[in-house]
């Protein structure tokens, strides 16, 4: 019987107590370091640049890292943004009346005050709550203190406020950067306290302006 088993044991076919039939044969793992891998099995974009093919094209650590890079750069700051949209001229009358109510209403506030000012006024001609046109919700009557019978008064247009408040217009207008969401459609100074404040929601406080949705 112990020579039946030495022989079973010696034999190419192994048995193990448990298997009825011979053992699988056994791969090296080099042989799977070395096996050739379709880039598509693994879920890769294909069309990525390969650290092999970045090395054989002669390019460097530096260059290889910028190719695989994925992060987005980071937006411009609205301090870059008003150097980019500002100017003295506006584009028809509804940017004027737009930048006409940043310059009145804020141009002592903070850049985020006087964009927040030109969005509460787009957020109430877009909001079916008010006139439909820039014009006519600026012109309104009792809603902003600095129109006087329905006539906005003349900026100065020289001043760097008027730049400021135009490129801000500008901004809003285009959606190039964003502070408040578009229920937003009231604020008033801080240094006031109407009733209708308490009925609504705060939003923000920037600068003097608590905005209210």
Excluded at 157 to 163: F, H, I, K, L, Y
């Amino acid at each position: 019987m112990a020579a039946l088993l030495i022989a079973a044991f010696a034999g190419g076919d192994q048995l193990k107590a448990w298997q009825s039939g011979p053992v699988a044969p056994t791969a090296h793992y080099l042989a799977h370091a070395s096996a050739a891998v379709d880039v598509g099995e693994l879920g890769l974009n294909g069309d990525a640049v390969q650290p092999e093919n970045a090395l054989a094209a002669g390019l460097g650590p530096a260059d290889l890292h910028a190719a695989l890079a994925t992060e987005p750069p980071p937006p411009p700051s609205l301090g870059a943004l008003v150097e980019e949209y500002g100017g003295t001229e506006t584009e028809g009358r509804e940017q004027h009346c737009l930048a006409s109510a940043v310059y009145f209403e804020a141009r002592g506030e903070p850049l985020e005050g006087q964009l927040a000012v030109a969005e509460v006024v787009l957020n109430r001609a877009r909001s079916g709550r008010y006139p439909n046109t820039i014009c006519a919700v600026v012109t309104q009557p009792a809603q902003f203190s600095f129109v006087r019978r329905g006539v906005i008064p003349r900026a100065d247009r020289a001043s760097q406020a008027w730049r400021r408040a135009v490129a801000c217009a500008r901004i809003a207008q285009a959606e190039a950067s964003r502070l408040l969401p578009r229920d937003v459609l009231w604020y008033h100074a801080n240094y006031v306290s109407p009733g209708w404040g308490r009925r609504l929601e705060r939003n923000a406080r920037i600068g003097l302006h608590i905005f209210y949705s």
